[in-house]
């Protein structure tokens, strides 16, 4: 079966470095996303990786290993509106996206 | 520019009733998705509609149906309608070149009693 493993929560202190971890086992590989979702919000997309290496973007950066099947989305600087749950999700053979449960991430002042 | 519109916000339903769920695009994106979130799960792809005129099945198609007549709109069909169908249901488009991100609608939240 296809299944995408995230921690369920996550708890950081503003100004600090996290690190959200996501382990995939999909019928083929098209690419990992990473979302963000605010409570009661629809979710936005973040990041998207295809090859291994570290994508950056800001105070976000993303990592692959596809040889792993592992992903982390890296979040610097934590501001309190980053507040949120992150979503993993890999593109699967159909070009259907897979969706982790998503991390819930709580930042403290 | 409006992205992804759903209607409605919200709704309450009684267990057998039908309801239609309204989804409409404005970025001419050719596949769009309903999906249903519920806690502690992650999303969960109902019916996909590839382009224009042709829909395919997910992975929770059942008590379900959609139509895709034109570009725009998706609506999504509950025909009779059962309590574990009580989730927030978001509808999504892609345009299907490059990343190919999903932009997502704020979402139907629907209470079946």
């Known amino acids: 079966g296809q299944n995408i493993d995230q921690p369920t929560e996550m708890t950081a202190t503003e100004g600090a470095i996290v690190q959200i971890n996501c382990t995939y086992q999909t019928s083929g590989f098209n690419g990992l996303f990473w979302y963000q979702q605010h409570a009661g919000e629809a979710p936005t997309f973040l990041s998207y990786?295809?090859l291994d290496g570290l994508e950056e973007k800001g105070r976000f950066s993303s990592f692959l290993s596809r040889s792993k099947g592992y992903s982390y989305l890296l979040l610097k600087e934590l501001q309190m509106k980053d507040s949120a749950s992150y979503l993993c999700a890999v593109m699967d053979s159909n070009y259907q996206l897979i969706w982790g449960a998503g991390t819930k991430l709580i930042i403290k002042p | 520019t409006a992205g992804i519109t759903q209607a409605p916000t919200s709704q309450i339903l009684a267990a057998g009733r039908s309801m239609t769920l309204r989804c409409t695009q404005d970025m001419r994106h050719n596949a769009m998705y309903w999906y249903r979130q519920d806690l502690g799960l992650g999303l969960r792809l109902i019916h996909y509609s590839n382009t224009a005129g042709t829909t395919g099945k997910g992975e929770v198609p059942d008590g379900y149906s959609v139509s895709r007549a034109n570009t725009d709109d998706f609506p999504l069909t509950l025909a009779s309608a059962v309590p574990s169908q009580t989730s927030v249901y978001f509808c999504a488009s892609s345009d299907g070149t490059g990343v190919n991100e999903q932009f997502f609608g704020p979402g139907t939240r629907l209470t079946v009693l």
């Open positions: 990786n295809v």
